[in-house]
């Protein structure tokens, strides 16, 4: 387990395995392929195929399946945080108050969890025979965050401590690679994050 801070440029993959090569990570989930490989039954079973070409095959699988992780987790972060209905009072306060542009809030721990089904795409002689799917899923665990509001938008995010875990999968199969890193956030949000306003007149009718 890590520990890290999230910065504007980071990934999912810097947060949680910090710079562990492709090599190193691919030999971590290496133990974890499902015995008949990771090349569909379609692809192996029309052709002999040497089990040297299939381990080298999976290999490229897997080392391709890493680029899942080089996305920004701060979406994911923000998108637990705008859950929060007092977010909404805080903008209506700093978009109708004068002198009260800026409001600073804590907001209390959450965990917001994000499973995406990503696709490999195996290709002979340049032409497309086969999608190898992944399953990945992505949790946060804030603690107490401190969120800074101006203007009715989302202008920074600050918390001491929280978690950032990381499962890629075969679906239905167990986990290839599980990471998990401690962090603290310290973000200014550009362009900041523009908060809904809802009618409080509309909500008494739900």
Do not use: N, W
């Amino acid at each position: 387990m890590t520990r890290t801070e999230i910065v504007p440029r980071s990934t999912l993959r810097a947060a949680v395995f910090g710079q562990e090569s492709d090599d190193a990570l691919t030999a971590r989930m290496k133990p974890h392929v499902p015995p008949t490989g990771m090349a569909p039954a379609r692809v192996t079973g029309t052709r002999s195929v040497p089990r040297s070409t299939l381990r080298l095959i999976d290999s490229r699988i897997l080392s391709t399946a890493l680029k899942f992780l080089d996305q920004d987790p701060c979406p994911l972060l923000l998108s637990g945080v705008k859950r929060f209905r007092a977010l909404t009072e805080a903008a209506r306060v700093t978009t109708a108050a004068p002198g009260r542009e800026e409001v600073v809030m804590l907001v209390d721990p959450y965990r917001v969890t994000s499973e995406h089904r990503p696709e490999v795409a195996l290709l002979v002689d340049g032409a497309e025979i086969a999608l190898i799917a992944f399953d990945l899923r992505v949790a946060f665990a804030m603690c107490e965050t401190a969120v800074a509001v101006r203007l009715g938008a989302i202008d920074s995010v600050a918390c001491e401590a929280g978690s950032l875990t990381v499962d890629l999968s075969v679906p239905g199969g167990e986990h290839l690679l599980h990471g998990e890193a401690k962090y603290s956030v310290r973000r200014e949000v550009r362009p900041p994050i523009t908060i809904p306003l809802v009618d409080p007149r509309a909500q008494l009718h739900h």
